[in-house]
């Protein structure tokens, strides 16, 4: 589909309402993904399609058998935008997409069915009354109670996330695939539950069939510069604090090169970002303002780099992985889906 503002340079196009882009998932590279989800849905035998539509973020309302997808996933010219925005698009590829469409699948048919409220479930995935905060909750890498599909073990954030994990992995495999690959694991016994569930769903209809959609991009008159000024304020709230003594015992190690801590770091900058995201599973805005917070600290502080780097190196990363990873089991985690 052809649109006027798909040729405006970013700063145009950042003064729209998002309500005026009018995209739309027909004809859009989202059509596609939408019915590979129904027909997936359909190969089990489950009943209900989840209305999905536009909206600000990736999320199934509250209560609502809805998926809402965001925006800008629906043209590549905003998808260029939040790329250049957030620096990464959630759910930009084929997979990445299928992933979370599956996901938000698990909670628009917790909606339809009301599941976690009934008998039986509580036992299985955990109390979901607890208060809800996927964004701070300590994963343990290495539990087998859990099934293993978005990153950052996000099954484990809260219950409700532990059946839509769990949903996603059982619709996205074959039956003996899943029973092979968590053979052994506990996260089997919710696998199992969950198929059983699904077989009791074949032949009811839901209690729940009308979809309420939330925060619907064609009706926001947020123009996109407002969107990602909120977007990047939430994401960047609350780093990891950046400690002065860390940084002086980090570089003023050894015989005095001829840069400075700064430099360095800014020749380093794409490395270290991308080795950050890739290990920490952390969105790729966040560990960028982390090593921008750093440059600037370490010029505020004059320091000088040590003239060998591969000592240097290995302490910066271990040290970065070590913050972000920190900040992840007891700040704010920033991830939600
Ligand atoms: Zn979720």
Redesign the pocket.
């Given at each position: 589909m052809q649109f006027a503002w798909a040729d405006l340079p970013d700063n145009e196009l950042l003064k729209l309402r998002i309500c005026d882009l009018h995209v739309r998932i027909e004809g859009s590279e989202l059509e596609e993904r939408v019915h590979e989800l129904y027909s997936e849905l359909a190969a089990r035998g489950l009943p209900v399609r989840p209305d999905c539509y536009l909206g600000d973020e990736w999320f199934?309302p509250e209560g609502s058998p809805a998926i809402a997808i965001p925006f800008y996933l629906a043209h590549p010219r905003l998808r260029q935008l939040e790329l250049h925005q957030m620096l990464e698009v959630e759910g930009g590829t084929y997979e990445w997409c299928m992933q979370i469409l599956r996901?938000?699948c698990g909670?628009a048919y917790d909606h339809a069915y009301q599941f976690s409220s009934a008998d039986g479930w509580a036992e299985i995935f955990g109390d979901r009354d607890i208060e809800y905060q996927p964004e701070t909750y300590r994963p343990r890498p290495y539990s087998k109670s859990f099934v293993r599909h978005l990153p950052n073990w996000y099954a484990q954030a809260h219950p409700?996330?532990d059946f839509?994990e769990t949903f996603a992995v059982w619709l996205s495999s074959p039956v003996d695939e899943w029973r092979s690959q968590y053979r052994g694991w506990n996260a089997l016994k919710k696998l199992e539950f969950v198929n059983e569930l699904m077989g009791h769903v074949r032949s009811q209809p839901p209690v729940v069939f009308k979809a309420r959609r939330l925060w619907e991009a064609s009706r926001s008159r947020r123009t996109l510069e407002k969107y990602y000024g909120v977007k990047r304020k939430l994401y960047a709230e609350d780093f990891p604090d950046i400690y002065d003594a860390d940084l002086r015992a980090i570089f003023e190690k050894g015989e005095v090169g001829d840069e400075s801590a700064a430099q360095v770091m800014r020749r380093l900058r794409n490395v270290l970002i991308a080795a950050i995201v890739r290990w920490t599973g952390q969105r790729k805005y966040i560990g960028s303002e982390l090593v921008a917070r750093l440059i600037s600290r370490c010029r505020e502080l004059a320091l000088p780099a040590p003239r060998d780097h591969t000592r240097l190196l290995i302490e910066l990363a271990a040290y970065l992985a070590a913050l972000v990873t920190n900040h992840l089991h007891t700040g704010r985690f920033k991830r939600?889906?």
């Amino acid at each position: 589909m052809q649109f006027a503002w798909a040729d405006l340079p970013d700063n145009e196009l950042l003064k729209l309402r998002i309500c005026d882009l009018h995209v739309r998932i027909e004809g859009s590279e989202l059509e596609e993904r939408v019915h590979e989800l129904y027909s997936e849905l359909a190969a089990r035998g489950l009943p209900v399609r989840p209305d999905c539509y536009l909206g600000d973020e990736w999320f199934s309302p509250e209560g609502s058998p809805a998926i809402a997808i965001p925006f800008y996933l629906a043209h590549p010219r905003l998808r260029q935008l939040e790329l250049h925005q957030m620096l990464e698009v959630e759910g930009g590829t084929y997979e990445w997409c299928m992933q979370i469409l599956r996901h938000e699948c698990g909670h628009a048919y917790d909606h339809a069915y009301q599941f976690s409220s009934a008998d039986g479930w509580a036992e299985i995935f955990g109390d979901r009354d607890i208060e809800y905060q996927p964004e701070t909750y300590r994963p343990r890498p290495y539990s087998k109670s859990f099934v293993r599909h978005l990153p950052n073990w996000y099954a484990q954030a809260h219950p409700d996330e532990d059946f839509a994990e769990t949903f996603a992995v059982w619709l996205s495999s074959p039956v003996d695939e899943w029973r092979s690959q968590y053979r052994g694991w506990n996260a089997l016994k919710k696998l199992e539950f969950v198929n059983e569930l699904m077989g009791h769903v074949r032949s009811q209809p839901p209690v729940v069939f009308k979809a309420r959609r939330l925060w619907e991009a064609s009706r926001s008159r947020r123009t996109l510069e407002k969107y990602y000024g909120v977007k990047r304020k939430l994401y960047a709230e609350d780093f990891p604090d950046i400690y002065d003594a860390d940084l002086r015992a980090i570089f003023e190690k050894g015989e005095v090169g001829d840069e400075s801590a700064a430099q360095v770091m800014r020749r380093l900058r794409n490395v270290l970002i991308a080795a950050i995201v890739r290990w920490t599973g952390q969105r790729k805005y966040i560990g960028s303002e982390l090593v921008a917070r750093l440059i600037s600290r370490c010029r505020e502080l004059a320091l000088p780099a040590p003239r060998d780097h591969t000592r240097l190196l290995i302490e910066l990363a271990a040290y970065l992985a070590a913050l972000v990873t920190n900040h992840l089991h007891t700040g704010r985690f920033k991830r939600s889906y």
